[in-house]
């Protein structure tokens, strides 16, 4: 099988798969293959993004209508002001 990446219809669906299994099951894979977690690993503010991201999934998750992308918008804000601010610094 042969995956050729996402595309900005599939977003929706990877949200929703990355919140409900995705991140926990690459914490697992990270625990088991190398010892160490990897929430703990990451910056400080980006695994607390991904926690909080998780929460309000779980709270909207009863919503058929929410839409799960909008979970990580302040995870994407957080990234975005980074590499700018890496980029000024160079």
């Known amino acids: 099988m042969t995956h050729y990446g996402f595309s900005p219809k599939d977003d929706l669906r990877s949200a929703r798969l990355l919140l409900q299994v995705g991140i926990e099951i690459v914490s697992s894979c990270y625990a088991e293959f190398f010892g160490f977690d990897l929430l703990e690993h990451l910056d400080e503010r980006i695994s607390d ?6 929460k309000a999934f779980k ?11 909008h979970c990580f918008l302040p995870l994407g804000h957080y990234v975005m002001r980074s590499v700018v601010r890496a980029g000024n610094a160079n």
Not at 49 to 54: D, G, P
Not at 59 to 69: D, I
């Open 49 to 54: 993004y991904l926690l909080q991201a998780k």
């Open 59 to 69: 709270l909207s998750a009863a919503e058929q209508s929410s839409n799960p992308t």
